[in-house]
């Protein structure tokens, strides 16, 4: 079957292709409902659902959004900024350069699932209906409304094929339900982007300045949520309000703004990040920061290796566990069988080469073999070296690891006099141990990103990328694959180990159960695999959004008990199914799963 799914947003009408809606309401009555219910949706915000204090965020105060309003208020203010957009504002066209009415859909349709999210929330936790005040109905039906006009606006119908009246009833519903499927893309189809006005470098810079920053503020308050019911309403609404700016074309010309000043973005990018620790009262989140940032960079480390060089790679937390140990025997720990104490940079240096000197040892012998069967054999190196260091316990072996005990009480690092265990004032700002671990992990990420983006651009990068899209057409060309694939190995094993020499100052105590091949925990093999193809393959971005993604979720979903790992792993399985991609993938690879989207006139040498 046939299908025409890309067609532009609007009908075009030199074509005579007549216009279709989902629901019967003539355009202009719909465009008109979606955009006032984007306005009554804010005004609703201000009254209060409920009357009682006992669903958490406080709910009952009039004039003052809290907890889960404040993010319907955020899906209202966005339905009506698409919504005036769709009418040809002038100052908004800027906004959407794919046009209006497909993300209009998706942002009425976001806040539609937040508000009634809460309302269903707010009369479950509560014991019924009844607990509902006046505001709560009146953003249930505003923003129906709004969601109903928003699926009102036109779209060009794709053409569909019949079904056979010879096949069976079920080969029938089948078939039927696959031509819904597709007008119901179409409907949420968007055009090409629009050519933006070329503005001045400043301009462009503030506009990436300000990227930055909504990043940083959707970030701490994502990490900052106080209580289950507000995270699931910020799942919806980011995602929702993600989708919405992707289909309006923002994404992608703020993407083309950040790869025109790459060293303003890759800056900018670091110094709100630096500023998280300062956006918080205590140490808490810190914690969590640290721990994406440890999980991140050995994520980007991995993406070398399988996203550059298309070496699938499951025993890459070894290398990880490698650093780790390291670190820990020369650091002055009491468990240590060696009485050193090195100061952190020969200790980082130290990890960092003997993984790699693993790396090359793995990889010497292994790297002839390709696909499944490499995948096996890192697999089986993962797996002994976990069972190694648990075995080295004096008992099994050499006392060098003490077994399944591991190396405890790693003291913290004292660079410069500067004591990691302590707290610290800047300005007027206390930053914790945590969020000093923090600013010390994102200096090593930034080492990473540099070397991750110098070596893709380099020779040895193209060579790398060569050897994933067709190591037989490479070694035709001359490419040496095996000492190309080698080169890789070594490089991602020493990233990983210099991440893991601090991570064995931040935990404290270095155990084997931390570097399995799978765990409820991350960083292990399956979430650092899955956190880059999940971000996106071959990308900077991409596995630090992955990695983040994939260590904040779980946290946030340990009050689903027994159904954490269920609903996780159904979330994951969706979006593989709808952007099997990643997240944030790089052109080529994109067009690899779509093909009916437009070809870019450049690629970069990594195909970027």
């Known amino acids: 079957m046939t299908t025409q799914t ?30 006032g219910g984007g306005v009554l949706t804010i005004v609703s915000t201000f009254l209060a659902w409920t009357w009682t204090a006992a669903f958490p965020g406080d709910l009952t105060v009039y004039g003052y959004p809290g907890g889960l309003q404040v993010l319907v208020l955020i899906g209202g ?88 009246p010879e096949d069976s009833a079920w080969e029938q519903y089948r078939h039927n339900r696959r031509n819904n499927w597709t007008v119901v893309k179409a409907a949420f189809a968007t055009g090409p982007v629009a050519p933006a006005r070329k503005l001045p470098a400043y301009a462009e810079i503030l506009i990436i300045v300000a990227a930055l920053a909504l990043g940083l503020t959707v970030f701490t308050y994502g990490i900052g949520t ?64 640290v721990y994406i940032l440890i999980f991140a960079t050995v994520a980007l480390g991995l993406n070398i290796v399988v996203g550059l060089a298309g070496l699938l790679d499951l025993g890459y937390v070894a290398f990880l566990g490698v650093g780790a140990y ?33 790396g090359v040892i793995i990889g010497a012998p292994t ?51 500067f004591d990691f265990g302590q707290e610290h004032t800047f300005l007027g700002f206390t930053i914790a141990r945590f969020a000093n671990y923090f600013l010390l992990m994102l200096l090593i990420t930034l080492v990473v990103v540099v070397v991750f983006r110098r070596s893709g651009d380099s020779r040895i990068g193209r060579a790398w990328v060569a050897i994933r899209e067709d190591e037989t057409a490479a070694l035709a060309m001359g490419i040496n694959g095996f000492r190309v694939k080698l080169i890789a190995f070594a490089l991602g094993a020493a990233l990983a180990g210099l991440a893991g020499t601090v991570q064995a100052h931040v935990t404290y105590t270095v155990t084997p159960e931390q ?36 260590y904040l979720i779980p946290a946030k979903l340990q009050f689903l008990g027994d159904y954490q790992l269920f609903a996780f792993g159904l979330t994951l399985v969706l979006l593989m199914r709808f952007r099997p991609e990643g997240l944030i993938p790089n052109r080529r690879r994109q067009l690899e799963f779509h093909e009916e989207a437009e070809a870019p006139a450049v690629l970069s040498k990594t195909g970027a």
């Open 6 to 35: 890309t067609a532009p947003q609007t009908p075009d009408e030199t074509t005579g292709t007549p216009a279709h809606s989902l629901v019967g309401i003539p355009p202009h009555l719909g465009r008109a409902l979606a955009t």
């Open 77 to 164: 203010a966005l339905t009506t900024l698409f919504g005036l957009a769709s009418y040809g504002t002038k100052g908004l066209r800027w906004l959407v350069p794919a046009g209006a009415d497909s993300a209009l859909k998706l942002a009425a349709l976001g806040t539609f699932a937040t508000a009634w999210y809460t309302v269903l929330a707010i009369s479950s936790k509560l014991g019924g209906l009844v607990n509902l005040e006046p505001g709560a109905w009146i953003v249930a039906v505003v923003t129906l409304a709004a969601l109903t006009g928003a699926l009102a606006l036109p779209f060009q119908r794709p053409q569909t094929e019949p079904a056979d």
């Open 226 to 289: 106080e209580y289950d019911e507000l995270f699931i309403g910020f799942l919806i609404t980011a995602g929702f309000g993600f989708g919405a700016a992707a289909k309006a074309g923002l994404v992608t010309r703020i993407s083309a703004l950040t790869a025109k000043h790459r060293n303003v973005t890759m800056i900018g990018a670091f110094v709100a990040a630096a500023a998280f620790p300062f956006t918080q009262s205590d140490d808490q989140y810190a914690t969590i920061g």
């Open 326 to 358: 390291t670190a820990a025997m020369v650091s002055g720990s009491p468990s240590s069988p060696f009485d050193i104490h090195l100061p952190f940079w020969a200790s980082a240096l130290l990890g960092a080469a003997v993984a790699m000197v693993f």
């Open 367 to 417: 790297l002839r073999l390709r696909g499944d069967y490499l995948a096996i054999v890192t697999l089986g190196f993962g797996e002994i070296f976990r069972i190694t260091v648990l075995n080295l316990d004096g008992t099994s072996g050499p006392d060098i690891t003490n077994g399944s005990n591991g190396i405890s009480s790693v003291p913290n690092l004292d660079i410069l006099g």
């Open 515 to 550: 570097y399995q091949f799978a765990h409820v925990v991350p960083p292990n093999s399956a979430f650092l695999l899955a956190a880059v193809v999940l971000g996106g393959m071959g990308t900077i971005s991409g596995p630090l959004v992955g990695a983040a993604l994939l």
